[in-house]
């Protein structure tokens, strides 16, 4: 899937249109983490070194109702990245209305050229993917570039039917998702083996089809978190008060016929009488949850067992956490396998949300391969799914 890079075109005096991930936390007008701004900074420093300007794009939250409505505007974020950037950053009231055609205008190379235009979603073209918005906006740029990795899975209109407007002119990937198509697709299709993949989390039907896609790509699956309940159920095993999702039983049966040795269940859990850090706790056999118990990570066997799979790895790649890590002692599952993944030599890959917290809060996110920034497309990418707004882009 390799795509054509934004350090791959010569950008002197072009402007390229960057859809962003600008879709910061903020408290008011303050912006209470700027990671994401932070990671499109390699991006936008690429335009402007080569002599390029740029037009930046990107939602914030979901806006309804009155389209201008302020608790959702860019502009605190056009201030953040002036001050990362050291440079101004000119800031449109509007997307494709008169404010942005004149500071579209108004562009110049190097110290004025930076625009962000307002939040993508006060424009209900974005969300219709409408073509007449997509052409307004293909209009401004002569090459448009995707460095939005959290939202590639969508085809809102700045994601694919721009791209898909801008006819011959460049179409190219950002560094940040050049990254992540690179760990999260090109290295899971010809991976060093043996490939080991850790899936937990809460509930297995959110990751039925990433533990198929896996299985056929892995040569061991390790499953934690409650979902290995559902499966234990599977099993007509106890699960006491375990989380569990009866109604995926009998998908949980098809994935165990179907994974047969290469998915691999707990040997032991760890449970408690309540969820909470002070409650009484208990290690029991998998498939022997006491009735009063429910169970809140995997057991040390386990931990231990999963530990060594993972050293003996050439690839992993690891999405959701083994139990409740946001109680300790119930961290405990998730801990293991984190720093296992830390010390292996494999090439690592942390799919995003929980287990990227997770790595993160353990402080071992410097010491694996990728971390990846997308949650739900990092689920859809480890599900083998194509991206139409990667596949619209220009081949390397
Ligand atoms: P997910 O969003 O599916 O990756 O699930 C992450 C959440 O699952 C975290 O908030 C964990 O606390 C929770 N979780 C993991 N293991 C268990 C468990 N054994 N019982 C209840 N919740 C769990």
Redesign the pocket.
Known sequence: MAKRSISDLDVAGKTVLVRVDFNVPLDGDRITDDRRIRMALPTIQTILAGGGRAILMSHLGRPTGEPSDSQFSLAPVAKRLAELLGQDVSFATDVVGEDARSKVAALRGGEGGVLLLENLRFHPGEKKGDSEFAHALAGMADAYCNDAFGTSHRTDASMFAVPQAMDNRPKVVGLLVAKEIQYLSDVLQNPARPFVAIV????VS??ILVIKNLLTICDSVLI??????TFSLAKGEKVGK??VEPDRVDLAKELLAVGGDKLVLPVDTHCGDD?SSDCNKQVVAAGEVPDEM????IGPETATQYADLVRNAKTVVW?????????PP?DAGTRAVAEAIAESDAVSIIGG???AAAIEQLGFADRVTHVSTGGGASLAMLEGKRFEAVDVLDDA
Do not use: I, T
């Open positions: 937990g989390g809460k509930k959110d990751k934690g978190g409650a979902m290995a309940y375990s989380f969820f429910e169970g809140l990570d999405n959701g956490p083994m139990g409740v890590f946001e109680l119930f949300g929980d287990s």
